[in-house]
Every structure is written in structure tokens, then in C-alpha cells.
């Protein structure tokens, strides 16, 4: 997915947890949105799901965050496991279970951790994977919001 480039519609998931289902709509008009792709069987995700934690919690009144269950393999499909992961690492963010691959093919995804983040008119404006550079993710987040960096 390129820079600019609009958020795609959001297929039908798997399943919705911690939310009903989301739109596009939803995502596009009101605040820009960070999407974060992850797996239970990836380590790296886990790891970094306390900073993911911590900007949902941060940015709660400015940014919508959504985490996307990636499956890597045949056991990332149950979906009593993603429940207890995501209960786990306190994901308390609306969490759409991607089990088709229907919204990683959207985003062309082929990552976890993945980090999308879409300024308020739903544009890209910037990607990032892998475990860390989470510095980055905060400068790309709040230049997007509009906030001032130290």
C-alpha cells in the first residue's frame, strides 16, 4: 500500500471482538486512525503490544486504533486463543479477526507487527514493520494529530 493512498473498505471479518463492526466510514472524517496488524504466534507483536497499549490509551480522545488478528499459520485460527492473547496483552481495542486474509490482501500486507497510520481525511501517511521504531511511530502519529515534538 502506498503513501496516499486512501483506506481500503473493510471487508467482512471473521469476527469483530471488543467492538461491533466497523466501516470505513467509521475510521474516515472524525480522527486519523493507527491500524496495527499482529498474530498470536508472533513474538515480536506481543512484545510490542504494550506500546501499541500505550498510544490507544495516550491518544484515546485523538486517534482510533484498531488491531488486525493476522493468521500466519493453521493454529492462528482458533479463535478462543486470539481472545485469550488479546485478553493476555490487553487488547481492549476493537480487533477485527482477519482469518480469510480478506483485509491484509486490502492492505497488501505481509507483516506482523504492522503499523498503518491514516491522517483524519483516511489517507496513509506513513507504514511501518517490525518490532521496533516505535520512536518513529510516535513522531509519524503526532504529526499527523498536529501535535508539537520536543
Known amino acids: 500500500m502506498r503513501l496516499r493512498t486512501p483506506i481500503p473498505e473493510l471487508p ?3 469476527e469483530w471482538l471488543n467492538s461491533e463492526p466497523l466501516s470505513k466510514e467509521d ?3 472524525g480522527k486519523p486512525t493507527l491500524i496495527h496488524f499482529w498474530s498470536v504466534s508472533c513474538g515480536l507483536c506481543k512484545e510490542a503490544m504494550p506500546n501499541v497499549n500505550e498510544f490507544r490509551d495516550e491518544y484515546s480522545d485523538d486517534l482510533n ?3 488486525v488478528h493476522m493468521p500466519r499459520s493453521e ?3 482458533d479463535l478462543e ?3 485469550e492473547v488479546a485478553e493476555e496483552h490487553g487488547i481492549t481495542q476493537p480487533i477485527y479477526v482477519d482469518n480469510q486474509h480478506a483485509l491484509t ?3 497488501e500486507n505481509q507483516y506482523v507487527p504492522a503499523y498503518y497510520v491514516f491522517d483524519e481525511e483516511g489517507n496513509l501517511r506513513h507504514f511501518q514493520a517490525g518490532g521496533g521504531g516505535m520512536k ?3 513522531k509519524r502519529v503526532n504529526r499527523v494529530l498536529g501535535v508539537n515534538q520536543k
Open 12 to 14: 467482512e471479518a471473521t
Open 27 to 29: 475510521l474516515v472524517g
Open 65 to 67: 486504533v484498531i488491531a
Open 75 to 77: 493454529k492462528d485460527l
Open 81 to 83: 486463543q486470539i481472545k
Open 105 to 107: 490482501d486490502a492492505f
Open 136 to 138: 518513529m511511530l510516535r
